[in-house]
């Protein structure tokens, strides 16, 4: 036997799906991030330099990424 169904609200649901839509492009864009920047400490590495530059780089442009991903996926849609 199973117990009582729970219905949630259509208003309730609209808020459950943009919660997990912005969770998920959270996630996404630390994603990006770690990516590059994991690319650039692996490139510094095998090219050898004094100084970091490729991560640094790498890091700024995952930034850079992720925030032209943000803006594509929340800019009103036509």
């Known amino acids: 036997m199973s117990g009582p169904s729970r219905r949630v609200p259509?208003?309730?649901q609209e808020g459950y799906n943009s919660y997990l839509r912005f969770t998920g492009l959270g996630f996404?864009?630390?994603g990006i991030i770690l990516?590059?920047?994991f690319?650039?400490?692996w490139l510094?590495?095998?090219?050898g330099w004094k100084y970091p530059v490729l991560t640094i780089v790498l890091s700024l442009t995952g930034?850079?990424?992720?925030m032209v991903y943000l803006f594509k996926e929340t800019s009103t849609r036509k």
């Open 39 to 41: 690319a650039g400490y």
């Open 10 to 12: 259509k208003k309730a």
């Open 28 to 30: 996404t864009m630390i």
């Open 35 to 37: 990516a590059f920047c």
């Open 44 to 47: 510094d590495g095998v090219i």
């Open 63 to 66: 930034i850079a990424g992720s």
